[in-house]
């Protein structure tokens, strides 16, 4: 989902956490924690992958050595995919030992709903069931337009990479849950016309004025921050500092990460960070013998670990709305702090993972060595 996994697990797991009888913020701060402090860690192949390796390639080629390297999508697949086990690991322990205890009881506020009955009806069982049927047979046929040889959603040449699906993600995550949100809503008699729909996506958008409102400032502020070109000076001032070290080995890649957890806090478009940073350091790193493939699942860390906790993040405010609903007398800086406790041990734990995978010399994807082979 990319950056819409922000906006869509945080309020779903404050809910799942609330219907099971624990503290519903626990869930909501937890859920956007785990999203953004592992932000580039997981499973799947996304827009995500695209980017960075987009980015990779055309800093890789300033060297005759990357004519030699088979640079793809998948070059960080193993290292993501055994991330992701681990972090999520990571997260579910610092949610239930270390944040929720923090939280205390939860005490609903007045007129908030306790203690509701969470069986489902057997209308509540067939609406799941013809929604399931519903979004399963759009993916089907998004699949079907995508896969094929030949098939029309596919990229230039056949290419699964880039492609419309993937350039379009949004509009087809968009089009799932408007179908399932209708089928279910239709099926179970809670919308009945299209006055009903109308009505239901107003209340929608008037819970989240106050957050449109606060990105028409944040965009302002960011755009001046470009204009400018800060991000631009301290990314050549970094590496001019990162040169004078002259630190090698696993060493230089754990400053690279602390590097670029840092400008992460002011720069946190992942493109315009890895622009900035991949020129020098991809490079760099190439003739100290280790692979782009490296320099990227290092980039993947510092990108990521402390997403969570810079205000430069636009769905930060997004949280602290949906907090508001359970504590309207929490802050922004409360929010901070609470998240703050993620950061440290997704960055080193993230680095530990990264150091077997140096110290063993394993792949981190498919042909995607530790060092320039």
Known sequence: MSDVGAIVLPPLAGLVFKSA??????????????????????????????????????????????????????????????????????????ISRVLEPRLGTYQAAEGEATGEDLTLTP???????????????????????????????????????????????????????????????????KLTGTEDVVTAMTDSVQNMSGYIVMMFFAAQVIAVFTWSNLGVLLAVKAAALFNSIGVTGFWAIIAFVLLASSLNLVILSGSALRSLVGPVFIPAFMLMDMSPALSQAAFRIGDSATGAITPMNPYLLLVLAMVREYEPEARLGTLISRLAIFVVPFLLVWLAILGIFYGLDLPLGPGAHIGVK
């Open 21 to 94: 009888g624990r503290h519903p913020v626990a869930g909501l701060i937890g859920g956007f924690a785990c999203v953004t402090a592992g932000y580039a860690a997981g499973f799947t192949i996304g827009s995500l992958d695209a980017l960075y390796v987009g980015i990779t390639q055309q800093a890789a080629s300033v060297l005759p050595a990357a004519e030699g390297l088979h640079i793809h999508v998948l070059i960080n697949y193993f290292f993501t995919a055994a991330s992701s086990v681990v972090l999520g690991l990571l997260g579910g322990f610092l």
């Open 123 to 189: 209308v509540q069982r067939k609406g799941l069931a013809v929604t399931c049927a519903v979004v399963g047979g759009y993916l089907a046929a998004v699949l079907a337009l995508w896969l094929p040889p030949g098939a029309p959603l596919r990229g230039e040449g056949g290419a699964f990479v880039p492609s419309p699906v993937l350039n379009g993600v949004v509009p087809v995550l968009f089009g799932a849950f408007l179908l399932a949100g209708l089928t279910y809503g239709f099926t179970v008699k």
